[in-house]
């Protein structure tokens, strides 16, 4: 089959005919008809996240954002079968943990991280083999189509995850989401579906643009003010009840605490980089004395994927808003490389890997 193949942590991928993978027999093996290219991508392809455990290593094929068909199980599989249309979660449980068992596979004690090690290759290739196929495949419901539903992998349902499970967003609520890459746009989407008025904050007008079209309320362009922090304290009349950080540098999330009222939550979505290497300096005093809560949010847990299915349907979410453009395999190396700069706009996603 073919695949894109890091070789190199920064360079292009090579493009490559690999081994096609084979059914564990637990597991399931799932022909590719779409992939989101994330930003955590990124982080992979520059060897980010040695402080995790997570380097990429040479030889891994990346991609965690998949949706297609199942081609093959194995022989303990009763949940799927050949034929289906499935989506994949990007952290993989095992299924058996005592996470796993409450409901929170999306951190399992024995996670894999899909496309970022060895033992759970990527789906930047035409198949992709997902272990423990009963717990972590996730069936789609009639009318989703595989590139939507890459759109809704790990940035959409990461974003609806910590806004609709882990913070407490309500009608009404201001919402401030600080750098609108995929899971920031899909932040301001969910936020607005969600009854809450979102503020965007970013450096680029065309993103910020974006955000509007997605619901967002007011914006700010972090590159023309001196104090982002006060200025979503003006338009909010104090400051937001919830902020996220949705990129992972120190700017973002010390931006995010500090645009907060008194007893607001801020979200941690975003991971970090070589600068910050999991390490960011925050105000601690300030969210002592203001009660601030700081919360930290992973993917989301496949048993939930429902919630946001239903409201697709109702059309209150739209996720192929967020999806930018499709591209082919060969393609990915170049979105790789303009995320290095912020360039790509909303979500690229794979439809074409032959």
Not at 158 to 176: C, E, N, P
Request: glycine share 12%.
């Amino acid at each position: 089959m073919r695949a894109a193949v890091l070789e190199e942590h920064g360079e292009p991928l090579s493009i490559e005919d690999v081994d096609a993978p084979e059914p564990a027999p637990d597991g399931a093996v799932v022909e590719l008809e779409a992939c989101g290219v994330c930003r955590s991508d990124w982080h992979g392809w520059q060897g980010d996240w040695g402080w995790l455990g997570l380097e990429t290593q040479p030889g891994q094929i990346l991609g965690h954002e998949p949706a297609g068909r199942v081609a093959a199980v194995g022989d303990e599989v009763e949940g799927v079968a050949e034929g289906d249309h499935v989506a994949v979660p990007f952290n993989l449980g095992d299924g058996s943990c005592p996470r796993c068992q409450r409901g929170r596979s999306n951190i399992c004690e024995n996670v894999m991280p899909l496309g970022f090690i060895e033992q759970a290759q990527g789906a930047f290739a035409e198949q992709v083999h997902v272990p423990v196929a009963d717990h972590n495949l996730v069936t789609l419901p009639d009318g989703v189509s595989s590139v939507d539903m890459a759109g809704l992998g790990c940035r959409f349902m990461t974003s609806f995850h910590a806004l609709a499970h882990r913070a407490d967003v309500d009608a009404g609520d201001w919402v401030s989401v600080h750098g609108c890459g995929g899971v920031g746009l899909s932040a301001v989407h969910i936020a607005d579906a969600l009854g809450a008025n979102v503020v965007a904050v970013d450096l680029k007008d065309e993103k910020l643009e974006k955000a509007e079209s997605l619901g967002a309320v007011e914006t700010v362009n972090a590159a023309d003010v001196d104090d982002v922090p006060g200025e979503v304290q003006g338009i909010t009349d104090g400051g937001a009840n919830v902020s996220m950080d949705a990129l992972g540098i120190a700017t973002t999330s010390q931006n995010s605490v500090s645009s907060l009222d008194a007893r607001g939550q801020h979200i941690q979505v975003g991971l970090t980089t070589q600068e910050e290497q999991g390490i960011i300096p925050l105000p601690s005093d300030a969210m002592v004395m203001q009660e601030i809560e700081f919360i930290g949010s992973l993917g989301m847990p496949p048993t939930r994927y429902d919630e946001i299915f239903r409201m697709v349907a109702t059309g209150k979410l739209e996720p192929e808003k967020v999806v930018s453009e499709t591209i082919g395999l060969e393609d990915v190396s170049d979105k790789l490389e303009a995320m290095t700069d912020f360039e790509t706009v909303g979500i690229p996603v794979i439809d074409n890997f032959n």
